[in-house]
């Protein structure tokens, strides 16, 4: 069975923030535009754009910034997750550990670096493990914060199995930490987001020793 996800959350706050008119411009004309607005950019840092490696940077850039970092806020691009009968009965934790994360900070806009934990404990149906990492990554391709991420995930895993036992923890670097600001290339921010059986210390305590081996 085939389903497309919903990402609007009954708790406003976990919405990716979008105006109301977030999809008037299709993918082709919001290239070219912001294509024209980095171009301005650039000028104003005083990069001249006749030179042959910079000429079609601000393309580049715009075509980067809606196909690939921010594609995870058109909704044309949310994955089809499949669901499989749990015919096997199987009732303990499934956990999809490691996922590679790169997303960007809607502060700063740079790099979000990390991995992301997820497990639920199936019933009736599972659900493809190549979905979970598609389903990370279109949650992920966004100018985000990590502690919405976070939720986003969890809420779009409760959504798809209708079962609230689900466990998310991130792992990430923020370049807008490491690469500006305070400077600090050794520190990392960890989310967590626990619901169902997960809440209940024993089996938290399992989860989080798969995910530390």
Do not use: W
């Amino acid at each position: 069975m085939k389903q497309i996800i919903n990402m609007k959350f009954n708790k406003p706050a976990i919405n990716t923030p979008l105006n109301n008119d977030a999809f008037k411009l299709t993918d082709d004309e919001k290239i070219t535009k912001i294509a024209e607005h980095f171009s301005k950019i650039m000028q104003i840092l005083g990069l001249d754009l006749q030179d042959d490696s910079l000429s079609g940077t601000p393309k580049r850039v715009a075509k980067m910034f809606v196909k690939e970092s921010f594609s995870g806020l058109n909704p044309e691009n949310k994955p089809e997750i499949t669901l499989f009968e749990n015919k096997y009965g199987y009732k303990k934790m499934l956990i999809e550990k490691d996922i590679t994360l790169y997303s960007n900070c809607e502060h700063h806009f740079v790099p979000i670096i990390g991995k992301v934990h997820v497990a639920y404990i199936p019933d009736k149906q599972v659900i493809g493990l190549s979905k979970i990492n598609r389903l990370v990554q279109y949650c992920a391709k966004r100018p985000q914060v990590q502690e919405r991420l976070t939720m986003q995930i969890a809420e779009a895993l409760k959504e798809i199995l209708q079962l609230n036992d689900v466990a998310v923890v991130i792992e990430a670097d923020h370049l807008c930490v490491a690469s500006r600001g305070i400077k600090d290339t050794n520190s990392k921010t960890v989310t967590v987001s626990y619901s169902g059986q997960f809440e209940n210390e024993i089996v938290k305590k399992e989860f989080l020793s798969h995910i530390q081996k």
